[in-house]
C-alpha cells in the first residue's frame, strides 16, 4: 500500500541524490548540554569519538565555530534544531523579557505576526494558541501559530542565511510533522488539511533537495517519509511516555539507584514500564514498512538513557527493531556513565548500521507470552532478544540468557 501510494523512498535512493544521510545509519542521536567550563561541543565529540563512539548525529546546535569542525569530523552529522509552529510576537518576547537577537526569526518567527497566523475563523481576533511559556510574571501565554503555508518561505530565508557562517549538515524541523494536518481561515492565506499537508512536506523537501541537507522532524507521519530522513518520537508512543517537564527531564534525569529525583509517580513509571516499553503490546509496524526509508528514534524526553534503570530494556527493543538510539546528558552523567554509553553504543549501532538499507521482512514473537521476538531483515541479519526472565533455547542449541539479545549478521 505505501508503495503503490508513493510513500517509499529508500535510503539507498536518498543517499544517491545526498551521501550524508549514510551517515545517518548507525549513528546515536545525541544531545549534549554542556555548562559552563565543561568541554564545548568539539570537545566533547572528540571525547565520544576517543571512546569509541565514532558516528553519531550531533543535534545540540554550537557556535559556529564548532559547527565547522564537527561538519569536518568524519562520520558526523551536525544538526540544528528549528521550530515553524510558534510566533513570538512583539509583546510576548517583551513579557518574556528578551532582548533581541539576530537570529530571531529562528524559532521565535517573529516578522510572522501578524500577517501569517492561522485564524480559527473569520474573526481576525480568533487566532489559533500554539506553544505556552512562563512570563516574567510567572503567568503562562501562548504563542500565536503560524500557517503552514507561509513556513517553506521562512525556512529557505532562514537556512540561507544561517548556512553563510554555520555549515550545519542537518535541519529538525520540530511541531510540524507532529500536530498533523490544520485548517486556516486567514483570507490571506485560506488552508485546507490538503495544502498543509503538502506545505509541510515542501519544507522538509526543500531542506533536502534544496539545501542538500539530512532531514529530521518530530514524531512522524508516513506521508513525510519521501521528505524526511530521521523522526524524533517515532519509537515512543505518545500516550505513555515519560512526564514531560520535570526538572531534569530533558538533561540529567539518570533515575540514581534508589532516588528519584524528579518525582515521576509509580503509575507513571508503571505505565512505561508496562505500556512504553511493554514486548507484550508493542508491534513495529512502522520500522515493518519503512526500516529502509527513515530512522525511528526515541523522544527528547523520552530517550535511550531516561531512566538509566531501563536503559538495557530501551537498547533491546532498539535493537531488535534495527535503528538507533538517542541520548541526552551533561557532561558529568558522560563521566559517570561512561561505560554504560559505549556499551549502549556497541550493543545497538552496528545491528542499525549493517541493516540501514535492508528493509525488515519479518518480526514474531517465539514464544506465547511475547517474551521472545525476533526480527528478520533483508539482508538476512536476525535479532533475537529475550525479554524475559527465563533462558530460551535457540533453534541451533545455543541458550539465550534473560534480557538478552543475539544478531546473526547477514550478508553486506
Known amino acids: 500500500v505505501a508503495r503503490a501510494e508513493g510513500l517509499l523512498k529508500t535510503f539507498r535512493e536518498k543517499a544517491k541524490a545526498r551521501p550524508l544521510v549514510d551517515r545517518l545509519l548507525g549513528a546515536p542521536n545525541v544531545w549534549y548540554f554542556g555548562r559552563k567550563n565543561e568541554p564545548a561541543a568539539t570537545a566533547m565529540a572528540q571525547e565520544l569519538k576517543a571512546a569509541g563512539i565514532d558516528r553519531f548525529l550531533w543535534s545540540a546546535n554550537a557556535p559556529a565555530e564548532d559547527v565547522k569542525s564537527l561538519a569536518k569530523m568524519p562520520d558526523v552529522l551536525v544538526g540544528r534544531y528549528d521550530c515553524y509552529r510558534d510566533i513570538y510576537t512583539p509583546q510576548l518576547v517583551k513579557e518574556l523579557g528578551w532582548t533581541a537577537s539576530p537570529n530571531d526569526e529562528i524559532c521565535r518567527n517573529t516578522s510572522a505576526w501578524p500577517d501569517d497566523v492561522i485564524w480559527n475563523s473569520a474573526d481576525s481576533n480568533d487566532v489559533r494558541r500554539a506553544w505556552g511559556v512562563t512570563c516574567k510574571d510567572g503567568k503562562k501565554r501562548h504563542c500565536a501559530a503560524q500557517c503552514t503555508l507561509c513556513k517553506p518561505k521562512r ?6 542565511r544561517e548556512l553563510k557562517t554555520k555549515p550545519f549538515n542537518t535541519r529538525f524541523i520540530d511541531v510540524t510533522m507532529a500536530i498533523g494536518a490544520e485548517e486556516c481561515e486567514n483570507p490571506a492565506h485560506p488552508m485546507t488539511r490538503t495544502q498543509s499537508r503538502a506545505a509541510a512536506c515542501e519544507m522538509l523537501r ?11 522532524s518530530e514524531q512522524g507521519i508516513d506521508f513525510a517519509v519521501p521528505v524526511c530522513d530521521y523522526f524524533e518520537g517515532m519509537l515512543a508512543p505518545w500516550p505513555c511516555r515519560m512526564p514531560h517537564g520535570r526538572k531534569g527531564a530533558q538533561w540529567t534525569d539518570i533515575f540514581r539507584e534508589g532516588l528519584n529525583p524528579t518525582n515521576v509517580t509509580p503509575a507513571e513509571l508503571s505505565k512505561v514500564v508496562d505500556y512504553h516499553l511493554g514486548e507484550r503490546y508493542r508491534v513495529p509496524l512502522f520500522e515493518l514498512v519503512y526500516h529502509d ?3 525511528a528514534h526515541w523522544y527528547w524526553y523520552d530517550y535511550s538513557n531516561r531512566p ?3 536503559w538495557p530494556k530501551r537498547d533491546l527493543l532498539t535493537v531488535l527493531y534495527g535503528t538507533a538510539p538517542m541520548y541526552v546528558f551533561d557532561y558529568r552523567l558522560w563521566t559517570e556513565r561512561k561505560e554504560m554509553f559505549v556499551e549502549s553504543y556497541r550493543r545497538t549501532c552496528p545491528v542499525a548500521r549493517r541493516t540501514g538499507y535492508s528493509e525488515m521482512t519479518d ?3 517465539l514464544t506465547p507470552d511475547r517474551r521472545v521476538q525476533r526480527s528478520t531483515f533483508a539482508d538476512g541479519t536476525v535479532v533475537t532478544v529475550n525479554f524475559g526472565d527465563r533462558p530460551y533455547a535457540l533453534e541451533d542449541g545455543a541458550v539465550l540468557a534473560p534480557h538478552a539479545h543475539k544478531v546473526a549478521f547477514g550478508n553486506p
Open 155 to 160: 525556512v529557505r530565508a532562514n537556512v540561507t
Open 206 to 216: 526543500l531542506l533536502g533537495d534544496d539545501f542538500g541537507l539530512v532531514v529530521g
Open 293 to 295: 526509508c527513515c530512522c
Open 308 to 310: 538509566i534503570c531501563l
Open 363 to 365: 518480526h514474531r514473537a
